[in-house]
């Protein structure tokens, strides 16, 4: 059982029962960034984000797991990676803009 399934706070799609949404990544992980080349092609860029990095979840899935991203100006969608919060270390922040 992922942490999700025993922590009902946690609804998919609705950030406002996220109990927190900042995280540190415990192991390297791989990001993904989708670019549209032109009308017919995307391009998919990967890079290795390592262990320790921060990131925001802005997708929790009814999957058990959640969306992250390193651009912390986000607030929902446009993830690079889904972990499970597992993977993550509760980052405390008192950011009103979070």
Known sequence: MTLI??????????????????GRLKADTTFYNHRQANDATWLTEE?????????KIVMVSRLGD??????LTKDYGGYNAR??????????????AL
């Open 66 to 71: 959640v969306g992250v991203t390193d651009d």
């Open 47 to 55: 890079r290795m984000v390592p262990a320790g990095t921060l990131v």
């Open 83 to 96: 972990v499970l919060l597992e993977d993550l270390i509760e980052e405390v922040s008192h950011d009103s």
């Open 5 to 22: 399934e025993t922590a009902p706070i946690w609804v998919p799609h609705k950030p406002e029962t996220w109990s927190w949404r900042l």
